[in-house]
């Protein structure tokens, strides 16, 4: 059974730093794209990043470049999404994704994904 299981999800001040972890389970994701979503009370879900299947490229919505970094431990069959300077408009809950093809680049279009976590909840205080 194939399992993405998103952790490191909380409460944090305005300003603070949280490193969400993806691990996968079932299978390996060593050669697929990963992406990270998440989705506020109320609103669609919005794609925040996304990383290559060999981790030679990442890309990030405009709202958090320079802030978020996600990163992958293939070894680990592990993708991360260090989040610094959060704002209160980051909270939601964050949901990792792997890409439905391998050997995939970037994919901002949630449709191109076909593995889902149930996601983890980001909470950023003022």
């Known amino acids: 059974q194939v399992q993405l299981v998103e952790s490191g999800g909380g409460l944090v001040q305005a300003g603070g730093s949280l490193r969400l972890s993806c691990a996968a389970s079932?299978?390996?994701?060593?050669?697929?794209?990963m992406g990270w979503f998440r989705q506020a009370p109320g609103k669609e879900r919005e794609f925040v990043g996304s990383?290559?299947?060999?981790?030679?490229?990442?890309d990030y919505t405009d709202s958090v470049k320079g802030r978020f970094t996600i990163a992958r431990d293939s070894a680990k069959n592990t993708v991360y999404l260090q989040m610094n300077s959060l704002k209160p408009e980051d909270t939601a809950v964050y949901s990792c994704?792997?890409?439905?093809?391998?050997?995939?680049?970037?994919?901002?279009?949630?449709?191109?994904?076909?593995?889902w976590g149930q996601g983890t909840q980001v909470t950023v205080s003022t």
């Open positions: 994704a792997a890409s439905r093809s391998p050997m995939s680049r970037l994919i901002r279009d949630p449709r191109g994904y076909g593995y």
């Open positions: 079932g299978r390996t994701f060593s050669n697929y794209a």
């Open positions: 990383i290559s299947w060999n981790g030679d490229y990442t």
